[in-house]
T-cell receptor
């Protein structure tokens, strides 16, 4: 049973570019959340998707957007990249009907901005 | 969401028991306490969750006093592979649209 998978594992971009990160949730999970983790810090919540809609959002600018597909997979898009966007981007999934179960995380995409 | 406070770092030796205490003075009635472990360049991994008293699983124990304003994660007989960052989180696990609020965690270093 595959857990949460993310792609790519590493990515290098330059300032001003746009990036798309992908996440496939754990089998049986229908809710996907994205987190940003800067070096030496804890993960920070970006947003959460359920039934293909953004349901909750953290304190991130509109440059950060997302999408959820009918198969529950999700994408995180970041436009006009800044040096400060360099971080590990984590995807977490859970089953909405089993809200008492913990969220499962993927191993993230390491994004470096030059 | 209740804020948590935990030590920035801890050191231990192989075979010792490690106790990491987390303070959450403003914990709400519906909040659960959850601990995650994270290795470098990996995502956080769920360790244990509890509401009150004591919870034990195959890897750790969680002790929660009656006032629930703090909790202690206990790792028995640690090994080198337990070197990681440990996060204490507090929140209502039954909330449909649940976001996890991480602090900076406790960096545990286990030495031979």
């Amino acid at each position: 049973d595959a857990g949460v998978t993310q792609s790519p594992t590493h990515l290098i971009k330059t300032r001003g570019q746009q990036v798309t990160l992908r996440c496939s949730p754990k089998s049986g999970h229908d809710t996907v959340s994205w987190y940003q983790q800067a070096l030496g810090q804890g993960p920070q919540f970006i947003f959460q998707y359920y039934e293909e809609e953004e349901r909750q959002r953290g304190n991130f600018p509109d440059r950060f957007s997302g999408h959820q597909f009918p198969n529950y997979s999700s994408e995180l898009n970041v436009n006009a990249l800044l040096l400060g966007d360099s971080a590990l981007y984590l995807c977490a999934s859970r089953a909405m009907q089993l809200s008492n179960q913990p969220q499962h995380f993927g191993d993230g995409t390491r994004l470096s901005i030059l | 969401l209740a804020k948590t406070t935990q030590p920035i770092s801890m050191d231990s030796y192989e075979g010792q028991e490690v106790n990491i205490t987390c303070s959450h003075n403003n914990i709400a009635t519906n909040d659960y306490i959850t601990w995650y472990q994270q290795f470098p360049s990996q995502g956080p991994r769920f360790i244990i969750q509890g509401y009150k008293t004591k919870v034990t699983n195959e890897v750790a124990s969680l002790f929660i006093p009656a006032d629930r304003k703090s909790s202690t994660l206990s790792l028995p007989r640690v090994s080198l592979s337990d070197t990681a960052v440990y996060y204490c989180l507090v929140g209502d696990r039954n909330t449909g649209f649940q976001k996890l609020v991480f602090g900076t965690g406790t960096r545990l270093l286990v030495s031979p």
